[in-house]
């Protein structure tokens, strides 16, 4: 049977767009879906550290287009359209996206994870009124005001680092007893003095009028207000692949199961970056993700062969 593409990416963060790549350069029919935005959540990192070839690390933001053309001079194809359903197609498969059906013999699952809300009142109410998910952009909005960023992982204690340089001070309000991020950043977020850290602590409410004013908090059973300009909220990341629902099970957080080289249980399909159980949660494993996925499914283009 006939297919429109070899092969379909779903998603174009750092992991599909490695994928995609990988896949064009092996000569396979390329199509990838990136969505309204291309990059995903790098797209809002000030600085990938630790990604090689980039000693002082790289803005996301920079990155992700680099890597989109080096897919589209490979012969790779876009679409700013995202994946809405998934279906069995003869010895293929079948996309439903906004613009309408396509078909391919295999797929890559790159859709990645979106940022958890803390599901607390006044956080929908003042989203995009103090309530952000990008320091980089509001950042310069707060110069000489205070931040507050909730969560302690590697997201929140960048965000922090990249706040300091704007805020007066910025608070970063941690669940957990300690910081959970790498110890890199966790050195830089303790040496930086404009930088507080309030560990074992959660929010209740975000208060404020026309913009939020403060915070709720609670630590040690007691309830306090904190003063703040901007909250960013950066508490974990919840995967994005519900479209899989009725063919593929996923784990209790949502992500999807893979073998070694990034497999599912599906004929011809794989998951790469943070969509999948297991992943690292850094743009140099996604990307390597990214290309394990690619030769799995050159490899089952070429030979048919599919783990049972």
Same mark, same amino acid.
């Given at each position: 049977?006939?297919?429109?593409?070899?092969?379909?990416?779903?998603?174009?963060?750092?992991?599909?767009?490695?994928?995609?790549?990988?896949?064009?350069?092996?000569?396979?029919?390329?199509?990838?879906?990136?969505?309204?935005?291309?990059?995903?959540?790098?797209?809002?990192?000030?600085?990938?550290?630790?990604?090689?070839?980039?000693?002082?690390?790289?803005?996301?933001?920079?990155?992700?287009?680099?890597?989109?053309?080096?897919?589209?001079?490979?012969?790779?194809?876009?679409?700013?359209?995202?994946?809405?359903?998934?279906?069995?197609?003869?010895?293929?498969?079948?996309?439903?996206?906004?613009?309408?059906?396509?078909?391919?013999?295999?797929?890559?699952?790159?859709?990645?994870?979106?940022?958890?809300?803390?599901?607390?009142?006044?956080?929908?109410?003042?989203?995009?009124?103090?309530?952000?998910?990008?320091?980089?952009?509001?950042?310069?909005?707060?110069?000489?005001?205070?931040?507050?960023?909730?969560?302690? @992982? &590697?997201? =929140?204690?960048?965000?922090?680092?990249? /706040?300091?340089?704007? *805020? $007066?001070?910025?608070?970063?309000? %941690?669940?957990?007893?300690?910081?959970?991020?790498?110890?890199?950043?966790?050195?830089?977020?303790?040496?930086?003095?404009?930088?507080?850290?309030?560990?074992?602590?959660?929010?209740?409410?975000?208060? @404020? &009028?026309? =913009?939020?004013?403060?915070?709720?908090? /609670?630590?040690?059973? *007691? $309830?306090?207000?904190?003063?703040? %300009?901007?909250?960013?909220?950066?508490?974990?990341?919840?995967?994005?692949?519900?479209?899989?629902?009725?063919?593929?099970?996923?784990?209790?957080?949502?992500?999807?199961?893979?073998?070694?080289?990034?497999?599912?249980?599906?004929?011809?399909?794989?998951?790469?970056?943070?969509?999948?159980?297991?992943?690292?949660?850094?743009?140099?494993?996604?990307?390597?993700?990214?290309?394990?996925?690619?030769?799995?499914?050159?490899?089952?283009?070429?030979?048919?062969?599919?783990?049972?």
């Amino acid at each position: 049977m006939s297919h429109d593409f070899d092969v379909i990416v779903a998603g174009a963060g750092i992991a599909g767009l490695t994928a995609a790549l990988t896949t064009a350069r092996l000569g396979r029919k390329t199509m990838v879906l990136s969505g309204d935005v291309l990059g995903g959540q790098l797209m809002s990192i000030e600085k990938v550290d630790g990604y090689p070839g980039f000693p002082e690390g790289v803005p996301g933001y920079d990155l992700c287009p680099i890597a989109q053309e080096q897919a589209m001079n490979a012969g790779a194809e876009f679409s700013q359209t995202n994946i809405e359903s998934l279906n069995a197609d003869g010895d293929g498969w079948k996309v439903t996206t906004g613009e309408g059906d396509m078909t391919a013999r295999a797929i890559i699952i790159a859709t990645g994870a979106a940022l958890k809300h803390l599901n607390v009142p006044g956080e929908e109410k003042f989203t995009g009124k103090g309530v952000s998910h990008c320091a980089t952009c509001d950042g310069p909005l707060l110069r000489n005001k205070v931040a507050a960023v909730i969560g302690g @992982g &590697d997201s =929140a204690l960048q965000e922090a680092l990249t /706040l300091a340089q704007f *805020a $007066a001070k910025t608070i970063v309000i %941690n669940k957990a007893p300690e910081l959970t991020g790498q110890q890199a950043y966790r050195q830089l977020v303790e040496e930086n003095a404009k930088i507080e850290v309030r560990n074992g602590s959660t929010v209740q409410e975000i208060l @404020g &009028d026309a =913009a939020v004013s403060s915070l709720r908090v /609670l630590n040690g059973g *007691a $309830a306090s207000d904190v003063e703040v %300009n901007g909250v960013f909220v950066y508490i974990g990341l919840q995967p994005e692949a519900a479209f899989l629902d009725g063919h593929l099970s996923r784990d209790s957080t949502g992500a999807v199961p893979t073998d070694g080289a990034m497999r599912t249980s599906l004929k011809g399909i794989c998951a790469a970056g943070m969509v999948r159980v297991g992943a690292a949660g850094r743009a140099a494993a996604s990307a390597g993700d990214g290309t394990a996925a690619a030769i799995s499914v050159d490899r089952y283009l070429a030979d048919g062969v599919w783990p049972v």
